[in-house]
């Protein structure tokens, strides 16, 4: 089988910490084009993965009869634009998650994918995880019982990346904390719950502390540096809440890139009526259960993986065999749904029933 | 100026725990009945304090005229009817929490203080601690800010109390962990933040884990032993969550008397935009801010105080001077408002406005 | 077999916390005197209780014929004094923790026990506790491979006792923070280890932060309020560090009962080639182990005991049978030469030889 | 001024992270020679950071008449022999922690120092932090009172480094955690407290975990992956005990590369009669203290700093003045007097006077 030709749109930090590195190492795969509209950063990539060829134009990229899929790692705003297009252009496509910016983009993603019959996959990069799926695993066989509440908390005292620039401005990003971070969180909750359909979802989103550019205190900033020459732009969440009801499950959240509160939680409840368990995100989990009479906690710490890898090298097959895998975007778009919701009820003000 | 002469009614645990020592302790009251319909207890008490008259019938309690006051200490079947007896027999009432079993009963009991001009104060004992009052003083203060949020949880893994008694039957608690707990976080919010009118709530409470009365797990159990004979009942919440929409604040909240969930939390975070305050229940506060560019911590622990005490004391001032203070019957009706919503919409699936 | 007859001497907290109530629930014994040199709290005993006869002077337990053995829960002065005079009557003893003030005192009462053949049991009451034999076992049947150090951490910001009075005068008590709470934990490590030998200790005990009586800032202060009248004696020791090599493991410790930091630490990690154990003092273990290729831990926890009942309802089958149990004096005495040990090495500023 | 030139001796991890970026963000230093015994590491510095010339002999380096001053970035077992042959051809030199693999060649390089009177500056990089720094003032000035014990804790479950390399073989390393990591938290708690003299020292080192190379169960592994190739060699200590007197303080650690425990703990706590201090390694410190009668907690964090920037701009500086400072070798020479004594006392299996 000859390799599976990639280009990569986007050269930014998740590109090069993520995608890259995974597609080298990636025997079946070859990257032909690495794109950016700031050039430099593709001709950095050229030199520094010393392959492929640096352009401006994704058009080049998705117009070249060679290429057979593209990952997508631009801002929010030109996911579904780019990904449609390849599409379209025949070409299958992973993108970075969020799937877009609102739902009207990602719904649009999903009928293109449809129409084509191209793979569209997002990248929920945690259900490549050992842990998650360990989870998933022992929630559908029953282990923890029926499962009647999740918690979900993503909270930070100080974590707004780059203030004042892509992140934080709501007509490139489409949304702050819940976006960003509670993409993953809730995607992760979906996944191993077996993707069931929100009914009803309140929500408020806040966008606190970090209106105050110049005020902003912090310790370290992601993305780089604060804008501070008048021109950034914050108009996005640093804080959500919502609870959200399926049919047997309730999910409640709390998320803040930024809070006056100095205790860090990033952590996921699966609370079950046999047993429960604990996902630190990005780490282990700990299985609260009984047995004999006593309470027990079960947690256990393997090797770490790099579930990128995992995540690229499933695309990779995927591009090959037409396989519609756990990346999907027909799995995906259900958090599309629900963080929508959860801008929308915080809007209105009110419940939104979907 | 002669003591105030009270009744207790009701000689269980909390009577015994917190009413009657700080009765006692007061130089300006003086306990003339101890009641109780299990006469043993009444008795009991009469010989550990060493004063008093032991009854059966709180009648003959509210009926005789040198009674200023009762306290009523009974489980919460009973508040309703004796506080409103007493009250229409002209005794000042304290009454212990929750206000009563539904809002419908505390709303009559409201109506009747209203109507006869006693003192009805409620049981609400944190609103006497100096941690919440100077968390109230730095809220009303501004020191903290717009307060936009409130996040409350009160997990434990294992505390159902008294498994298949008067805790856990609805017909004579109203509820479990929301009522029993809940309550009390939710007063501390709500005082804090200035009684604001809860104008939305969405929340679901589930029996989980304690009906399974044989099967049950745990370590230690508060209120006695389970009922194993076949005659327990357990028809109560053992979880809760919600989410509450005021005009300025949203809180959202996770309850639970048991849960398979190791990991313990009892804290209020009142967040606000200047800074926060993490207040560990029955505890002391952590104050979460910013100073010249730097991110502060900030926790103070002082002398350990009784609230039971500031409370009865504050009670016995008000019996003597006829004043209202932070715990008469109209502030806490929005606590209990705010419960009858959380279950109101725990049953009908939705969010409920008010 | 008729019912042991017991004398319990010393009236104050530990006895009606722990031995008292004990006793009382042990269908093969019978409490026949409450002994205090403060009447009236062995008068109250007799009230509580409903049995025994209230005498001031111990002579007169320990010269009744009918009495088959004491308990001793005076203050640490008392301990020696009584269990010999208790033994050359012909009484057997149960003494609380610690032995004696100084190892000479308990070295002397150990000669008593094998000259008089009377049991000598001293109060280790974690030797009772389940999590503990549980380690025991672990650490016996190989499952921790070789335990090479053991790390005590008992750390309290502020819990000194009764300030100015017998806790902390050197004359009354012996010692301070490492008598008091050193004792059950060190007891505990070298009961797991199977006791080994102590061949050097290198230590440093402070009296550090209640030397200043008045000063003195507390939260909550156990076995009373301070003594602020002029008379209080502070010269025992509230901060204790050690460094103990017994042929195979190291003992490393550090104990505050008053420390300027926040955290409180109370656990004993045993570490182990194969497998290491945290034990919460009191409470429950976790287990941190390796299984095919991935770290585990693991973390049972059971219904509550009562380990004085299981103490003292071993104390009372002893007295029956005669038999030497994990708490008889030959096993305690260790502690006893190893915590000498810590305070010469203490006064002398160097490592002891043992 | 002329830019100061620079030789970076040894072109590994520490010299990417730390010190190459900083001279190359420092106006006032110039890069010449990158040189590592593996040239195309050499070479691949000169092509990254896109200056100097690349040698395999630091001989070349340290005999260019137009060299000031170099940076030692080797394994351990070369520190002592170029940094003496560097200052007697003339350059001053800043050294990697530790100074050396044993106090001889510590000394050594100490007496050459004096004797050519060039700077030779050790990386004792926490003495240029700002936590750091405020700390040494707080308890210079008084405010912590008397500081009578530092507890030092640096321990993990699992981060051997290297296992079977240059850091697990003691003729490289001269040892293994005690040197690896101790030094840096030794060194902090000795600068903090004034340099005081060890007057002696009991530890004990164990090579226990890491010396089943094959075994070894692990997560994450720094500085690369296992040597399982049959070469690897593990002799040095991954757990260390030890207490050492000065003549006010004493200080007790326990550290592990490797432990059957799961609770990391990183941290230095220094415990003084006013208040104390916990200061978390390689981040923020919280003060506790007590005012008004209350006990208090402050902990400020502020904006994130580059140490080594500082510790590298303060060595130029020192280049070009001569000024000694606090990283000099006369102060960083007590660190390894203590650590030697450390090792001996465990060889020796006794306390171990200075």
């Not at 909750?189 to 009803?200: F, I, N, Q, V, W």
């Not at 209106?211 to 804080?239: Q, R, S």
């Not at 309470?295 to 993986?305: C, H, R």
Request: aromatic share 8%; with cysteine; glycine share 10%.
């Amino acid at each position: 089988m000859s390799k599976v030709k990639i280009g990569v749109i986007g050269c930014g930090s998740i590109a090069n910490s993520a995608h890259i590195p995974a597609y080298v190492k990636n025997e079946d795969a070859e990257i032909k084009y690495f794109c950016d509209i700031k050039l430099d950063r593709a001709e950095k990539a050229v030199k520094d993965y010393n392959c492929g060829t640096a352009v401006e134009d994704y058009h080049v990229v998705i117009n070249d009869p060679e290429i057979d899929a593209v990952s997508v790692c631009t801002p929010n705003n030109m996911h579904s634009i780019i990904s449609i297009d390849a599409m379209r252009a025949g070409k299958h496509v992973l993108c970075e998650k969020p799937t877009a910016r609102v739902l009207s983009e990602a719904l649009e993603m999903q009928k293109v994918a449809h129409e084509t019959g191209k793979i569209l996959n997002i990248g929920v990069v945690n259900r490549f995880s050992k842990s998650v799926n360990m989870i998933k695993d022992m929630i559908s066989n029953g282990e923890l019982g029926d499962i009647y509440h999740v918690y979900i908390a993503f909270r930070s005292q100080r974590s707004i990346p780059g203030l004042g620039g892509a992140f934080t401005t709501k007509s490139i990003a489409g949304g702050g904390v819940l976006i960003d971070w509670g993409v993953h969180y809730i995607d992760i909750a979906m996944y191993c719950l077996g993707d069931p359909e929100p009914r009803a979802v309140s929500g408020k989103a806040y966008c606190a502390l970090g209106k105050d550019i110049e005020g902003y205190t912090y310790v370290n900033m992601w993305a780089g540096p604060p804008v501070l020459d008048g021109t950034g732009v914050y108009d996005v969440d640093d804080f959500v809440t919502a609870l959200v009801r399926t049919d047997n499950t309730t999910i409640s959240m709390n998320g803040a890139w930024a809070q006056n509160i100095g205790e860090g939680e990033s952590y996921i409840d699966f609370i079950g009526t046999k047993a429960g368990v604990r996902l630190n995100y990005g780490g282990y989990f700990t299985k609260y259960s009984t047995e004999n009479g006593a309470l027990t906690e079960m947690k256990p710490q393997y090797k770490a993986e790099n579930i990128f890898e995992n995540e690229i090298n499933a695309f990779v097959k995927c591009v090959q065999t037409g396989e519609h895998i756990q990346s999907y975007i027909d799995s995906a778009i259900i958090t599309a749904k629900l963080m929508q919701a959860i801008y929308d009820s915080s809007d209105r003000n009110e419940e939104v029933k979907l």
